[in-house]
């Protein structure tokens, strides 16, 4: 589904030049469910965030199925991650004025999804994630596990087709974490694609590939269930 | 979408708390102050636009170029007729006001604002009538056309039309048509009018044919597409040679003002009223546009200081969607929150301060004002400026925020965002001291003028004003006497003009043995014995009238001479080199230029030149004659000894009942009367003051809004100095260093502009103050006061802030 050939990113800030990214090549079924592994500053993050299109490689090239995102216009490009993707983070990355459902229907608001149907949706990722008794308390009113069940449920609400996830389960303890993982997995089982990026090889065990970073390389790019090449 | 919108813009105004309160505040005081600005400039704009084709009306006016380049606002009566024959102009209406006293039933009115009119006056000018008919009115000689307000006093309830009114001379007058008081908007200024006929009953004809007598307004309605200079050249060429046959060495021209232009542009002599002044407008739109700039820039800073701490937000935003015109629009809707609730917090501020104002400086705003279209239109305008202005730069340089950076928790930082700020800050700044040293001069130059010396003596006089001459200069000699008796009055005098009023009457002079020599337009009064000594005007040389050449004068014939004193400007232009060579030198009084009627006249004194109104008015040529008594009404003028004004008073009152048949006069002290002529410069030169004070206000929020949130920012840093043992004073020079080096560059930067302005403005005037150098170093020092005062006061509030939870939290 997803073909990243030849990606390299190098951050420059004042002076220093960081290496980011370097010749990174990857292959994303669909349905996949793959785990992003390798130490601190290895460019995990910075490959999740050009697979999400948050960042802009230097050089390099991105498939999705078929079309070539890099030469879609911005605002292709913004609308296509608006309705393909879906974004967890460590943090949560609410926000704290809105009140849960708000921050869920945020999304959907932004893509001019008409009111009943907003509705609908929230109310059906609510029940979904349990959270249909906190609906309208704020982000700051609930634990740390709600918090990210707040997350999922707002990158659920558009029906992404990929969820990219960075450290879901960083911010959690370890009980918490695998309640969060069994909920990907069960996403994953439904059809949707998960990249995550995880510290815990026990988290990585959910998923059906890692893949490992080092220094901006991939240095196994074939894991378990390799389908690729 | 947009209650959507909304409701995060007004998450984020509750959001931000205490830095939106003083946002808010600043805005609205800015906001407020440009308010009134504009609500004067409405009023003061757009008059007489309601006649019907103003656009092609014009009242002709006349230029003396050989005279001071003296314009006048009437022209002769012939003149305009002479127009409308030759076809230059399309039409062409004359007024001629007077002031009469007139008799209703038993009462008498004295009415100073009689206009003469020509029958075709409603055809022109337009007039809201009430009942009856203008043009009928005017038409017949005993037709009399009332306003309203005249109606009620005259009348009471009764029904005005066809009451009758008796002249001064006799003639039976009746009301045959009433019309509304005139606008607000008018230079025009009448409470009845009559017609040229009934002038002419009162005054005979000599005054209408006449082309010397310069006491017509003469409104024109100009053909189509005219050229407005080349048409004033074709009736300079056509009215002038009529004059010039009589006077060869006049030179003048004639000038056409149109009618809307009037009030704010008309300053010649003999105007209907004090007119606006174009010239303070354009001082009060400049101010409007260093507040708003100051006003808006506040706003920008702000908001792209505290993007900081919306960066997550916006970040958010970003990655569930949002798009950068959606997190535009947002931005924009969040600045019209803000802007709408400032504007109605300046709108009710400027409702409540409309009265204060209107005292305080002799503004007539009126609250119906606020309906006029125009004032909608700029309103609105003003509005949509602010909202675009203050929220177009952040919302563009805030929705620029990469998702990425922005979720990491960067806002509009770095350099560039530090830098803009402070150049932001800089220019505020810049524009509050060169406002403030520009008042400060504007105020010095006023006091100048009022203490620069006009001539005589304005303290300790009483002024009793309006009292018919013929009994004043009869009873004087007498009333004087039984005066002085009493310790605390030194000297009484009478005089048809005195200084601090517009004099009135113009004649020529020749003199008899310089026989070339003549001055025209030369201002004759005529005043009692002891008149300059009671004004406590300078004699140069020679004697005071004396009490019996009153009477000799009156009855002098034409060939007898009367005695006259001249001042210093007549001696000059008559070729004299010391005021005692004159004395004793004969002249020859012309009552209009051509020297048909004359008086012979014997110089018995020259005294000093004073001004007659303001320092503002040029010195002019005068003339003093006794007995000669040309005005229905005078002056008398009393000078007591400092102090008695209260006993003064009394003793006036109960003398004036055994004397005078009359009721007891106006009465006013000198000084106020001369204070008054400069009441309009101190008022103007006071409310900009105000406003520039407002504007140091708005930046003064600006650095408190900008301090406080940096204080915020620094909390941890503060308290962690403060646990290290930093005292107030410590923590205030680190939160304000910054802001007072940007005061001293700001005042470096802005000097010289300040200099040159100030300089341009002050040459205008024949007296000016120097540079007041202590002007530009107090300026610097008044603001940085102000910037002291709100850091310590920021600090002050830091100080409660509970340092353990602060470490804690960060
Ligand atoms: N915006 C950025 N600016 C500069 N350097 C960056 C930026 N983002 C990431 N880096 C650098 O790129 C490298 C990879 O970072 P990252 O992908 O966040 O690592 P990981 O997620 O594996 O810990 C690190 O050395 C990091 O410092
Ligand atoms: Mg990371």
Known sequence: MITLENISKTFANDEVKTQALTDVSLTINEGEFIAIMGSSGSGKSTLLNHIGLLENADAGHYWFEGSDLYQMSRSARQKFRASHLGYIFQNFNLIDDLTVYQNIELPLLYQKVAKSERQQRVNEVLERLELTQRQLHRPLQLSGGQQQRVAIARALVTRPRVILADEPTGNLDSRIGAEVMSLLQELNAEGATIVMVTHSPEHAEYCGRVVEMADGTLINNSAKLATAN | MFWHYLHSALLAVKAQGKYTIINILGLAVGLCATLILLLIIVSETGFDTYHPQHQRLARLEIVFDSMDNTQVAAIAGPMGQLLVEKGLVADGTRLTRRTLNLRVGKRQYLEPNVVFADTNLADMLHFDTLAGDIHQALTRPEGLVITQSTAKRWFGAQQPLNQRVMMPTGEPMQVLAVIADLPRNTHLQLDMIAGMASLEAIEGRGGLESW??????????????????????????????????????????????????????????????????????????????????????????????????????????????????????QFMCESLLLVFIAFTVALIGMLLLLPWVNTAFDQSLQFSMLWDLRWFIWMFGLFMLVVLGAGFYPALVLSAIPTLAALRGAGFKGKSG???????????????????????????????????????????????????????????????????????????????????????????????????????????????????????????????????????????????????????????????????????????????????????????????????????????????????????????????????????????????????????????????????????????????????????????????????????????????????????????????????????????????????????WLVQFMVHVGAQWWLYLLAPFLLMGMIALVVVGVVKLLGHVNLARVLRTE
């Open chain 2, 212 to 329: 010397m007598r310069n006491d017509f307004y003469t409104y024109v309605r100009l053909a189509d597409h005219v050229q407005r200079q080349q048409l004033e050249q074709r009736i300079t060429d056509l009215l002038s040679q009529p004059i010039q046959q009589i006077v060869p060495d006049f030179t003048l021209h004639f000038v056409l003002q149109p009618i809307s232009d009037i009030h704010l542009h008309g300053h010649a002599m003999n105007e209907f009223k004090v007119n606006g002044d174009a010239r303070q407008m354009s001082i009060f739109a400049s101010l409007i546009a260093v507040i708003l700039f100051i006003a808006i820039f506040n706003y920008i800073n702000f908001a792209t200081a505290t993007a900081g701490r919306r960066a997550k937000e916006i970040g958010v935003r970003q990655v569930v969607g949002a798009t950068r015109s959606m997190m535009v629009n």
């Open chain 2, 418 to 760: 530090h830098w803009f700020r402070r150049s932001v800050l800089f220019c505020q700044l810049a524009c509050a001291i060169g406002l403030a040293i520009l008042g400060g001069h504007i105020y010095a130059q006023i006091r100048l003028i009022e203490q620069t010396p006009l001539g005589y003596e304005q303290q300790d006089k009483l002024v009793f004003s309006d009292i018919d001459s013929r009994e004043l200069f009869a009873t004087l000699p007498m009333f004087s006497q039984q005066l002085q008796r009493s310790s605390n009055i030194k000297q009484v005098a009478a005089a048809e003009f005195i200084p601090s009023q517009q004099h009135g009457n113009v004649v020529s002079l020749r003199s008899a043995t310089q026989h070339q020599l003549s001055v025209e337009n030369v201002l004759i009064d005529t005043v009692s014995s002891d008149f300059f000594a009671t004004m406590g005007i300078k004699l140069l040389a020679g004697r005071e009238f004396l009490p019996q050449e009153h009477e000799l004068s009156a009855n002098a014939t034409s060939n007898e001479s009367i005695p006259v004193i001249i001042n210093k400007t007549v001696l000059v232009a008559l070729g004299y080199s010391t005021a005692k060579e004159a004395i004793g030198q004969q002249l020859t009084l012309g009552w209009d230029p051509s020297f048909d009627t004359v008086n012979l006249g014997r110089i018995v004194a020259v005294v000093d030149d004073y001004y007659t109104t303001s320092l503002k008015a040029p010195l002019r040529p005068m003339v003093f004659v006794t007995g000669n008594v040309l005005q229905a009404k005078s002056q008398l003028v009393v000078s007591f000894d400092a102090g008695h004004y209260l006993d003064t008073l009394a003793q006036l009152r109960t003398l004036w009942a055994s004397r005078f048949s009359s009721n007891f006069p106006r009465y006013q002290l000198l000084s106020s009367r001369v204070s008054a002529l400069y009441r309009q410069d101190r008022l103007g030169s006071n409310m900009v003051n105000l406003f520039n004070l407002l504007a140091l206000l708005v930046v003064t929020f600006g650095v408190l809004g900008l301090c406080s949130f940096s204080a915020q920012r620094r909390l941890k840093e503060f308290a962690l100095r403060q646990l290290m043992g930093a005292g107030v004073l410590d923590l205030c020079w680190i939160l304000g260093r910054e802001f007072l080096v940007l005061v001293l560059v700001a005042w470096s930067a802005i000097i010289l502009p300040t200099w040159w302005l100030t300089e341009h």
